[in-house]
């Protein structure tokens, strides 16, 4: 499949696809905001598709898919694996694109007890963290390789997810901590908080 294959929808329904966010990128507690974005990645066997799910409170990956299509169970996969690792009972905005796979009735389905939020129609600065991190992995890391195959990019972006984005790599927003070890103060200083109050 090319690169520049047209996946957004402007379609009847289109103005009922609200930007809720609104460029609001520092919510105060996790699971509050989390955004999503699917990204193309090159290889030798041809292009394969990174889905992510960041947590815009500590710009955590708390959830990705890799897939050799651009079918929305990429995106319900990764949506399903963020619901089985966080806390959404609390009340939960998740932001995307118009891609059709975010209008697509199984990822209404799967993001039923979340407030859906949409970027603006050509206006890419709205999901502009999630689209930061893509650029990220890519110019940090799998640029340096020559990517044979979906084997091969699915390490790759492991290693570079899990074992250094969410838990060593420091970020500003983060003052200067990992996502994992932001997210662990903000949990200590709620349990501290609480001990105070009884």
């Not at 651009?70 to 963020?82: G, H, P, T, W």
């Not at 984005?165 to 903000?186: A, G, Q, V």
Request: glycine letters at 2%; one cysteine or more.
């Amino acid at each position: 499949m090319k690169p520049w294959t047209i996946t957004t929808i402007d379609s009847d329904f289109s103005n009922e696809l609200q930007n809720i966010l609104d460029e609001q990128f520092t919510p105060e507690r996790p699971n509050a905001v989390w955004c999503s974005d699917i990204t193309y990645i090159w290889t030798t066997d041809g292009f394969v598709y990174l889905t992510s799910i960041m947590d815009l409170f500590s710009r955590k990956i708390i959830a990705w898919t890799l897939s050799q299509t651009l079918e929305v169970s990429c995106v319900i996969d990764s949506i399903n694996k963020a619901k089985a690792r966080r806390n959404t009972e609390l009340p939960l905005i998740i932001h995307s694109d118009r891609g059709s796979q975010y209008v697509s009735q199984a990822y209404r389905e799967a993001t039923a007890k979340m407030q859906r939020s949409y970027s603006k129609k050509a206006f890419p600065w709205d999901n502009a963290c999630i689209e930061s991190f893509h650029a990220l992995i890519k110019r940090e890391w799998l640029n340096r390789f020559k990517i044979r195959d979906y084997q091969q990019a699915y390490r790759l972006i492991f290693e570079y997810i899990e074992a250094f984005y969410n838990t060593k790599r420091i970020h500003s927003h983060c003052d200067y901590m990992s996502p994992n070890d932001f997210e662990k103060l903000y949990e200590q200083t709620q349990t501290n908080e609480l001990l105070l109050v009884s």
